[in-house]
């Protein structure tokens, strides 16, 4: 398996969408978020959604507390309230 990090693969979409390259290649990058995330004393759980934050782009986790909390784990490692 090779690590590829984020910001490199946003700068090779960047650049294949810039026009300047004459082959377009396909990759696939697996990304595992951990299963639980402690935050201010609550334990988080991941629910199994992701998705891209529409914001920037970064893809995302979403997690669940006991009592309905719920948060966005960020693969940048951002995490907000969901």
């Known amino acids: 398996m090779i690590a590829i990090r ?3 693969v ?3 979409l960047d ?3 810039s026009g300047r390259t004459k082959y377009v290649c396909q990759f696939h990058v697996e990304i ?3 299963k ?3 935050r201010k004393g609550s334990c988080f759980y991941k629910t199994g959604k992701e998705g891209i ?3 920037d782009g970064v893809p995302s986790a979403e997690y669940s507390a006991d009592r ?3 948060l966005w784990l960020g693969l940048d490692g ?3 309230r969901g």
């Open 32 to 34: 595992h978020f951990p």
């Open 6 to 8: 984020a910001d490199a």
């Open 36 to 38: 639980t995330v402690t």
């Open 53 to 55: 934050r529409r914001i």
């Open 15 to 17: 650049w294949i969408a």
């Open 78 to 80: 951002k995490v907000e």
């Open 10 to 12: 946003r700068h090779y």
């Open 68 to 70: 309905g909390q719920r």
